[in-house]
């Protein structure tokens, strides 16, 4: 499970992207780094609003996701890696939320 390593993703430039994927839950990325943990304590209560799970990109060891977990006990935070995502969707860095929109046709 641990050390989870994301090559294609770096910490950088916060943002939230709009998916066209009607049903998914909206998720947002992190990493163990200073900037995420910024980012989680300032976007806690909306991701908590919106049922946001977490998706921790980056995070060597036990010690630090449950570090993390404490700044948002609230808040469901999965270590995984973002390769995947990150190459779908193009993603470069973290953190960031990816909302679902419904499609409307």
Aim: proline share 9%; aromatic share 4%.
């Amino acid at each position: 499970m641990l050390p989870v390593r994301s090559q294609r993703l770096l910490p950088g430039e916060a943002s939230t992207r709009a998916l066209q994927a009607p049903g998914l839950s909206p998720l947002f990325l992190i990493g163990d780094d200073e900037y995420s943990r910024q980012w989680l304590r300032q976007q806690q209560r909306r991701l908590k609003e919106q049922r946001a799970i977490g998706l921790v990109v980056n995070v060597d060891t036990a010690a630090a996701l449950a570090k993390l977990r404490r700044l948002a006990p609230d808040l469901p935070l999965i270590p995984t890696s973002g390769d995947d995502l990150a190459q779908r969707l193009g993603l470069h860095h973290y953190p960031v939320l990816l909302l679902p929109i419904a499609n409307d046709r």
